[in-house]
């Protein structure tokens, strides 16, 4: 694995393609109220500002430039992306039981259809749907020379507590410095090789790819992303995607991509 990175951080070595990465295979048991039935739609497909909550993500994906494709990782037998077409992405039924599972299969799929493992590729979250496209670029911008890779994070606003849960129900333990806290967000970009290898390492405990790569020792760059680019987790995360994706103007992105079903990505995507 070292020797992967050493080689692609080598003088003379290619830079590599850019690839994006979305793990959609999830289930979204967190959103779903208490006591609801549990539902059959996915919360990466609820409805939110006019359309299903993954496709902001992938009109933001599909407005960087820099990409050669972003890959879609759904569940086997998910069909729900059957019926939408993009020059910038596409989907394949790689998603396994736990998200890095997913992130594996989906690393495994860009590398069988022409992906190089010194290219560079990042994994964001299906449910972050208020990424956009200028903090992709930025995150590009800040670690396509970094000699790791990065991630998008947000550093703490609140009090940190400690909590321990008793006969008293769930009290404070303690206050924690919070000085040098940051919350992980996605995408997280790293070189596809190394962090296959590093997920393959971790296996399913590792709940981001940095933590898989600070495993074997490396220091992701921590790139400031913001308090939007929040995770869709819980039932009141939708009303305030669709707030904020409103206040946004809908999806401009999306309206550029709308209708272009056959438009020809400009890096000129090799699997359309
Ligand atoms: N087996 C899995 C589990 C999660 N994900 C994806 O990973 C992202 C972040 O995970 P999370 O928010 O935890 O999604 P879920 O696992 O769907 O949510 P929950 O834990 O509430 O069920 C989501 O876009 C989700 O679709 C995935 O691709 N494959
Ligand atoms: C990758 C991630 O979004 C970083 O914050 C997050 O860890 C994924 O969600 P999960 O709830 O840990 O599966």
Redesign the pocket.
Known sequence: MTDLLAAANAPGSPQGRFWGLIPCA?VGARAIPPGAPTPDLPKQYHPVAGQPLVLHTLAAFAGVQRLAGTLVAVAPNDHFLDSYRSAAWWHLPCGGAT?AETVIGGLKALLARGAAQHDWVLVH?AA?CLVTTAQIDHLIDECERDSVGGLLAHKLPDTLKTAVTGANGVRVAATVDRSDKW????P?MFRLGVLLDALVRMGAVA???ASAMEALGHRPKLVPGGAQNF?V?YPDDFALAEAVLTQRGGSATLERFKGKRDAVHPTGNPFF
């Open positions: 999830g998200r979250d972050r919350l992980a967000q996605t997280q709940t981001d790819e995770k987790t």
